[in-house]
Nanobody, 124 residues
Framework: QVQLVESGGGLVQAGGSLRLSCAAS????????MGWFRQAPGKERDFVAV???????YYRDSVEGRFTISRDNAKNTVYLQMNSLKPEDTAVYYC??????????????????WGQGTQVTVSS
């Protein structure tokens, strides 16, 4: 089993940057694909980014070019660097691991072992 803990959220002005961290305990995060999702009030939890077991990265269109997902296997941590933040990026951000044998990375059901989330608020 793997346990995930997110950190790094906060309040930032539009155009600013934040780096979220997702620390894994238990089995190493390097053994899995890892993803980030976000959930705004009253909305569904939506895919943001994923880094696959082989290191490939994929992003939702609205964050492509602004967000970067990466992993540090030595620290057992996955990061989400968020630049040029916009008010519409405001949400609780969650990390999760990709289930073994899963397919579409954009679907919430592809993931398990969700963290507790970290709040990101972008003011205009």
């Amino acid at each position: 089993q793997v346990q995930l803990v997110e950190s790094g959220g906060g309040l930032v002005q539009a155009g600013g940057s934040l780096r979220l961290s997702c620390a894994a305990s238990g089995r190493t995060a390097s053994s899995y694909g890892m993803g980030w999702f976000r959930q705004a009030p009253g909305k569904e939890r939506d895919f943001v980014a994923v880094i696959t077991l082989s290191g490939n990265t994929y992003y939702r269109d609205s964050v492509e070019g602004r967000f970067t997902i990466s992993r540090d296997n030595a620290k057992n941590t996955v990061y989400l660097q968020m630049n040029s933040l916009k008010p519409e990026d405001t949400a609780v951000y969650y990390c999760a691991k990709v289930k073994a044998g899963s397919g579409n990375y954009y679907y919430r059901t592809t993931y398990e072992s969700w963290g507790q989330g970290t709040q990101v608020t972008v003011s205009s």
